[in-house]
């Protein structure tokens, strides 16, 4: 029809699974922290639904959206507080100052993705829909068994899932389930500050490696050792290493420290 905005045609290969409803835009953001005097990033904006709910309470929003069709789309309509950024996330400098971070991640590219936003200093907490099965290799327990990648992230973010979706949600309905997950920033590390390399190679050395706890710890402490850090974290040497909690590993790893 005459004088109707054609709308951008969805791209496949970057993954983008848009959502249906600004209803649940608006719900998904009010799950969140966001308020007046945030800046926000979000990545991957697509259709903007997720644009206009945050900038119905945040500061200021930055949309970085690599897809230029969908960037041109959002620009002509966006509000006087949305800048719209054309490029991929992953090249874009993040703010100097604290912001957060709200995104419906491209599926394919979720690893890359964290492992940039939790490596910049200035992100306060972060909101992202992904894929479930890659939210709990993040998560960890409780939801399911610690991974070395929970593990490298909990001292210095809180992990939580804090909503699942429905499929359906999205369009195009996807093959797998999404939730919402949240980082939120420690205010102070559960590490010393420098140590953040020494605890990666003590998870790195003790995971993954052997059948057992015990197997696992008989390298770094005596038996004496090995069985008292087993009463006092509550722990069975007879687990998997993947069986013990964050907390349960990080009382081992302090106790190596010190004991270094």
Avoid at 10 to 31: D, K, N, T
Avoid at 92 to 121: D, G
Avoid at 131 to 138: I, L, P, S, T
Wanted: charged share 25%; net charge positive.
């Amino acid at each position: 029809m005459s004088g109707q905005r054609t709308r951008t045609p969805r791209r496949p290969e970057l993954s983008q699974h848009f959502l249906r409803s600004g209803a649940l835009a608006a719900s998904l953001v009010a799950h969140s922290s966001v308020s007046r005097d945030d800046l926000v990033v979000e990545i991957g904006p697509g259709r903007g639904l997720l644009t206009y709910a945050l900038a119905q309470c945040a500061s200021r929003v930055i949309a970085v959206e690599i897809d230029a069709g969908l960037a041109d789309e959002l620009q002509t309509g966006s509000r006087s507080n949305i800048d719209v950024v054309t490029g991929d996330f992953l090249s874009y400098p993040p703010p100097s100052r604290p912001h957060k971070v709200f995104a419906n991640l491209p599926f394919a590219r979720t690893a890359e993705i964290v492992r940039r936003l939790t490596e910049t200093p200035t992100l306060t907490e972060a909101y992202l829909v992904i894929q479930r099965e890659a939210a709990e290799r993040f998560a960890g327990h409780p939801y399911v068994s610690e991974t070395t990648r929970s593990l490298s992230l909990k001292p210095w973010w809180h992990v939580e899932i804090v909503r699942r979706l429905r499929r359906t949600d999205f369009e195009p309905v996807p093959n797998v389930d999404a939730v919402l997950l949240w980082l939120l920033r420690r205010d102070k590390p559960l590490i010393q500050e420098g140590e953040g390399d020494t605890y990666l190679r003590f998870l790195n050395s003790q995971l993954g490696k052997t059948s057992t706890v015990r197997k696992a710890l008989r390298n770094l402490f005596t038996h004496n050792q090995v069985r008292r850090l087993a009463s006092d974290l509550r722990f069975s040497l007879d687990a998997r290493p993947s069986e013990l909690s964050f907390e349960q590993w990080l009382g081992v790893y302090r106790f190596h420290a010190i004991d270094r």
